[in-house]
């Protein structure tokens, strides 16, 4: 359906970025425009950007089970589902990465955002 | 209270009951027989509770049970089954005459009494019968043919195995019925009001009356003391956002501090029983202090005039949209014409009210409780994601019912952010079943729009230069808004190749209803503006519109307004196509003008844009067991045919029989993230997803041998595959010119109405309406006629009689609802252009069918009786004023 308008009213749309050499689009809320856009290099590059200090075995956990769920269902999981799926509480998920589940993993796995209408 | 023994579907019942409950409460309420639905408020007006008692089809909403004593009663219910059904039941599947469902029951038992009666009805007999049974879909057509199909049944003239199409047909396009058409008939497709929940509480909610107010103070202690009321609801008792954002964060699932149209939701009672909860809200205090009220876009925009929203200015949106030199080229032009065009504020008129359930189900591994609503969604995931942040409840699963038709009503959540709330605020099961009423109060409506327009042509009557600046009036919420404006811009040269284009889209807030998708959502609108001035110019120029129209259509290699370049277009074929019927019509039209009834000829066009710049679609597929495929796909189907196309896709590219596919589309547990059935883009975008998916499934199928989802699985493979359809243009508007992306293809129409008007009360009828559509190849073409019927029928209501008035439109009678009296002959012509990117080359056709009307149905006025109705709708009351003021 396109982006929202801002102020008086534009669409500011998606903008394109080199991420670790290579063309990233992301929509207003910085979500992959798409899913095959994603890669490790991508995802490394974004995490250092947006300020965390390591990458951990638990962080990379969760990308993947993310990204799989994604590409099984077509769909983001609920976080009961990442819950059960990782074995990782919901409290520690919340705080593994900044912006928490839905603006944080899910936007750093490159999964669709959640406020998009398709 | 009274003690009733009535006979129903064969079996005595005995009942107690109130003096005032009708029977349709009591089959429905008490028997559990919810094949009857309601629809008008138990006024009579739509026929949807239609059952036959004692021989005769009887309105259930109006027969009190107390009068019933020893009647004999046959609902949808005891005429068949899916697995046995009644020959009436399959002549409605086998006829294409079920699309959303809702009014199939009634429609069905009405057929029943008339066939019992008359074996071998006349067209008359069958208008007269059914003059009160009401459908949005399909334009009664195919309901008139699904009775005589019947009557053949039934007389032993044909059986249903001679009419339903054999393996030997194919698959791609053949009317296979519905999947879903068969429970619709019988009365058990569970609609959301049908669902029943022992111990579940009932909403009402209180709205407001006036369009701009402050709420002062709220006093519910004296509610909160009635009988069976478990607890009152405000904004205040949400624990999310409280807002229910689709563009623009800025409308409430209820008000806090201000109401800013007549409908805005204050808060909720919520009782044992709906009577209770509405008892309850009558001891509810509310004090609103009054605000100036923007009543116009014009008004809105005034310097004093006060701002609806703290966040967003009134003049929320504003796109222009400049295609080389529009001044120069007026310059030059031969012949200019200019005029205002106005449409109305409408109701998309789903026949089904609004309505939500909302339960709970436990979480055996120790979560928070799942919340699962039941609604008439036509995007769960977005929508389920919508409430997730207003509400602030995470684990939450929304499943869509059967849905009465919507019309693009439910591109929005409306019912389920309250029903969600209360039953998180109460931690109880809840069901929110408004009255149609309320339902009219508290949706969306169609944007009006208010365009001046300058369209100019050279000596030989090519078209120079188009002008259109148009003002929309959003309401007072967002919504989708500033996409129907886009979508305007991104259609507004219509069929035609205009070198040079000056408009200016504006979105304004006022303390209207506020608007959103509606049946093409924009196009439609703005298309009536360009297609009357069409005529205007034409008639200047003393060329016939017909040849007009041929000698502007764009062609390959020109521009549509947004400066991009098509490579197909095949509009001039359907012109040409349509030439002997207009000749045909222009001499018959000719031919009866001397009396008060003048006939007359119009034609509109239109190109409709499929694949919108930017969307994406997903869709999973898996193989069975049994070499059979599951489809899991959230492709919403409110009645045109999304189960059809589906099945057929996906039977026709495996090569399977149709009976091997399995659906999985209503529930966000299960379903990939489609996307909205709305822009005409489930067959483009979800189809095409799932053509995606299949070539991977069947790639690994053959590259393996496997034939079953454990012989694939055992060759290494995975058994499941997602598709995904992106389309390659993206992006949005140029800010400043309005050039840039463009949709990946059209489906093409042309329209021709012919009509008479009587001079004298100016009341038109409509005679005949002939389309010409490419959308590519047919998949299914009962489905594919049976959206175009139902769009003819439906944008003559918006031409001529429909339009919604705040606090005044509250029923079908006040709305005009088009009955079976309305109804006019019907022609289609079928091209079939190959669309290269679309799912097995085919596009969609949903919205298509509305976007010529008003301008042809215009046309035709004018053609009759040489007078312009610019303003929609054209009521006997305008078009009488406008032949005065031509005297």
């Known amino acids: 359906m396109g982006a929202p308008p801002s102020g008086k009213g534009k669409d500011s749309g998606r903008s394109v970025r080199v991420i670790a050499g290579r063309e990233v689009a992301f929509d207003d809320d910085g979500f992959f425009d798409d899913f095959e856009d994603w890669s490790e290099e991508v995802f490394e590059a974004l995490v250092h950007a947006s300020g965390m200090a390591l990458i951990t075995d638990r962080h990379r956990q969760v990308v993947r089970f993310l990204r799989d769920f994604y590409a099984y269902n077509g769909r983001a999981p609920l976080n009961n589902e990442l819950r059960k799926g990782t074995g990782i509480s919901l409290l520690e998920l919340d705080r593994l990465f900044p912006g928490g589940l839905k603006n944080g993993a899910r936007r750093l796995s490159g999964l669709p955002n959640p406020k998009t209408c398709s | 209270m009274k003690k009733i023994r009535l006979c129903v579907n064969g079996t005595w019942r005995e009942v107690i009951i109130d003096t005032d409950t009708v029977l349709l409460d009591l089959l429905r309420e008490d028997l559990g027989l919810t094949g009857a639905k309601q629809s008008c408020d138990r006024k009579g007006q739509c026929g949807a509770c239609t059952v036959m008692m004692n021989r005769k089809a009887v309105r259930s909403c109006l027969a009190r049970v107390a009068d019933l004593e020893g009647a004999d009663i046959i609902t949808v219910e005891g005429l068949g089954t899916p697995d046995n059904p009644h020959l009436i039941q399959e002549a409605f599947v086998l006829a294409g005459a079920i699309q959303c469902g809702f009014c199939t029951p009634g429609m069905i038992m009405a057929a029943k009494t008339l066939l019992d009666a008359s074996p071998d009805p006349t067209l008359e007999e069958i208008k007269h019968a059914f003059r009160k049974n009401l459908c949005r879909c399909t334009g009664y057509k195919k309901i008139i043919e699904a009775v005589q199909l019947a009557g053949r049944f039934l007389r032993g003239e044909i059986t249903p195995e001679a009419v339903r199409p054999g393996p030997d047909q194919g698959i791609m396009g053949t009317s296979h019925p519905r999947p879903s058409a068969m429970a619709k008939a019988c009365g058990t497709a569970y609609f959301t009001a049908d669902y029943r929940i022992r111990g579940a509480l009932e909403l009402a909610v209180l709205r407001s009356k006036i369009p701009h107010a402050r709420i002062v103070s709220i006093d519910v202690s004296q509610a909160e003391k009635m009988p069976g009321v478990a607890g009152v609801l405000t904004a205040a008792d949400i624990k999310g956002t409280n807002i229910l954002k689709v563009q623009v964060a800025d409308r409430p699932v209820l008000c806090k501090d201000k109401v800013r149209y007549i409908g805005d939701p204050i808060l909720a009672v919520a009782a044992d029983t709906r009577e209770n909860a509405e008892a309850a809200l009558g001891k509810v205090r509310v004090q609103l202090e009054p605000l100036p009220t923007l009543g116009d876009p014009e008004g809105a925009m005034a310097a004093t005039a006060v701002q609806l929203h703290a966040e967003f200015p009134n003049l929320c949106f504003e796109q222009p949209q400049i295609k080389g030199d529009v001044q120069a080229a007026l310059k030059q032009s031969s012949a200019v ?302 009645g045109e045919g999304n189960d059809s196309m589906l099945t057929q896709l996906t039977a026709q590219f495996m090569g399977i029989p149709l009976d091997r596919v399995r659906l999985h589309t209503r529930d966000t547990g299960n379903t990939a993230a489609s996307g909205p059935a709305a822009g005409s883009r489930v067959t483009y975008m979800i189809g095409n997803a799932l053509i995606n998916a299949l070539e991977q499934l069947k790639a690994a199928m053959q590259e393996t041998g496997a034939k079953t989802s454990e012989a694939l699985e055992a060759a290494g493979r995975p058994k499941r595959y997602l598709g995904r359809k992106k389309n390659e243009d993206a992006g949005p508007l140029d800010p400043k010119t309005g050039q840039g992306p463009s949709f990946e293809s059209q489906v093409h129409g042309v329209q021709m109405v012919e009509l008479e008007v009587d001079t004298e009360s100016g009341k038109v009828k409509v005679l005949k309406m002939t389309t010409a559509v490419d959308a590519g190849p047919v998949i299914n073409p009962q489905n594919l006629t049976g959206q175009l019927e139902g769009g003819m029928d439906m944008g003559v209501g918006f031409a001529l009689r429909e339009e919604y008035v705040a606090g005044k439109t509250k029923d079908w009678k006040t709305f005009k609802f088009p009955s079976i009296r309305d109804t006019f002959e019907m022609e289609i012509i079928i091209k079939e252009t190959l669309r290269p990117k679309g799912p097995l080359g085919a596009t969609g056709v949903g919205e298509m069918c509305m976007v010529p009307t008003a301008p042809a149905v215009i046309n035709a006025i004018k053609n009759a009786t040489g007078v312009w109705i610019c303003d929609l709708p054209a009521t006997p009351e305008k078009i009488k004023a406008a032949l005065a003021a031509a005297r």
């Open chain 2, 337 to 638: 014409v200019e005029a205002r065009f106005k449409t109305q504020i409408n109701h998309q008129a789903p026949l089904e009210p609004e309505a939500t359930i909302a339960y709970w189900e436990k979480d055996d591994a120790g979560g928070d409780d799942q919340l699962v609503i039941i609604g008439r969604s036509i995007n769960i995931h977005f929508h389920l994601g919508m409430l997730q942040a207003a509400l602030g409840w995470e684990n939450m699963r929304y499943i869509e019912a059967f849905s009465g038709g919507q019309f693009g009503i439910k591109i929005d959540v409306i019912s389920e952010g309250i029903a969600g709330a209360a039953a998180i605020h109460f931690k109880r099961p809840v069901r929110y079943i408004p009255s149609l009423a309320e339902s009219m109060l508290m949706t969306s409506k169609r944007h009006a729009f208010d365009m001046r327009v300058k369209l100019a042509a050279d000596h030989q009557g090519n078209l120079t230069a188009y002008c259109n600046d148009f003002l929309v009036d959003n309401g007072a919420y967002h919504s989708i808004g500033h996409v129907v404006a886009n979508r305007a811009l991104l259609m507004l040269s219509g069929s035609y190749h205009i070198p040079n284009v000056q408009a200016r889209g504006r979105q304004v807030y006022t303390n209207n209803p506020w608007g959103s998708a509606a049946r093409g959502a924009g196009p439609p609108q703005a298309n009536f503006a360009l297609d009357c001035a069409m005529d205007m110019l034409a008639d200047k120029l003393g060329i016939d519109p017909f040849e007009f129209r041929l000698r502007n259509s764009l062609k390959p290699g020109q521009s549509k307004s947004t400066g991009r370049v098509v490579k197909e277009w095949p509009f001039p074929d359907l012109m040409e196509a349509m030439r002997s019927h207009y000749q045909r019509a222009v001499n018959e039209a000719a031919a009866n003008r001397s009396g008060k009834l003048k006939r007359g000829v119009g034609l509109g066009t239109g190109a409709f844009g499929i694949g919108m710049p930017g969307d994406t679609s997903v869709a999973a597929v898996e193989l069975d067991p049994d070499g059979g495929i599951s489809v899991y796909a959230a492709a919403a189907d409110p």
